[in-house]
C-alpha cells in the first residue's frame, strides 16, 4: 500500500478569474470581487511556499462573448499575479477536466487531489468539482474564494452558500483561504 504521505501537494488550480469577471464592462463585476482577489493572491502565495503548482484555467467563450479569445475580458486578471512559469489552460464549457492538456497536467502532477478557486461558482466551479470526483481525485474547495454574480431571483452570496452545501455533500473539502493558508 503506497503512504498517502508520499504523494505531492495538491496543486492549486484557478478558474475563470478573467478581466471579464472584475472590470464591470460587459457583466457586472463579480460578488465581493476585491475581497476575492485577496483572497486569492493569499492562496496563490500560500501554494507557492508551500511547494505547490499552480494553474490558471481561462474559459474561451464563443464569438461576441466578452470572454471570446482575443477580446478585452479574456485575459487573466492582472491583479492575480500569475507567474511566467505557470501555465494557463483553456476550455470552452465548464469543466476544466475538457481539456486533455489540462487533465495531463494534473495527473502529472501525481498528487492525489486539488484545491480550487475560482469564477463562476454555479458554473464553471461546479462543473471543475464534479470534473475532479470523476477522474477519482480528492477536491478542497476554497469555500470563500470562488464566486459569481446574483441571477434571476437568487443572490450571490446564497448561490455560493448552496453550491458549497452541494460540494460538501459530493465529497469536497471546504476550507476558507484562511484556514488553508495559516493551518
Do not use: Y
Not at 503512504?3 to 505531492?8: A, C, E, I, M, S
Not at 448552496?162 to 473539502?173: E, L, Q
Amino acid at each position: 500500500m503506497t503512504n498517502p504521505d508520499t504523494f505531492p501537494p495538491a496543486p492549486v488550480v484557478v478558474i475563470d478569474l478573467q478581466t471579464g469577471m472584475f472590470d464591470g464592462v460587459a457583466e457586472p463585476p463579480l460578488h465581493g470581487a476585491d475581497a476575492l482577489v485577496a483572497r486569492a493572491r493569499a492562496v496563490i502565495e500560500w501554494a507557492r511556499l508551500s511547494g505547490r503548482e499552480v494553474a490558471f484555467i481561462r474559459h474561451d467563450g464563443p464569438q461576441g462573448d466578452p470572454l471570446e479569445p482575443g477580446a478585452p475580458g479574456w485575459s487573466l486578471w492582472p491583479a492575480l499575479g500569475q507567474r511566467d512559469d505557470e501555465p494557463v489552460f483553456s476550455k470552452s464549457e465548464g469543466n476544466a477536466f475538457s481539456n486533455p492538456a489540462f487533465a495531463a497536467w494534473v495527473a502529472d502532477q501525481g498528487a492525489r487531489e486539488i484545491v480550487l478557486l475560482g469564477a463562476q461558482t454555479d458554473f464553471c466551479v461546479a462543473a471543475t468539482v464534479r470534473g475532479a470526483i470523476d477522474a477519482g481525485l480528492g477536491v478542497t474547495v476554497v469555500s470563500d474564494t470562488h464566486s459569481t454574480v446574483d441571477g434571476p431571483g437568487e443572490g450571490a452570496a446564497t448561490v455560493i452558500d448552496r453550491h458549497n452545501a452541494a460540494f460538501a455533500a459530493a465529497g469536497a473539502k471546504l476550507l476558507t483561504a484562511r484556514a488553508l493558508t495559516e493551518g
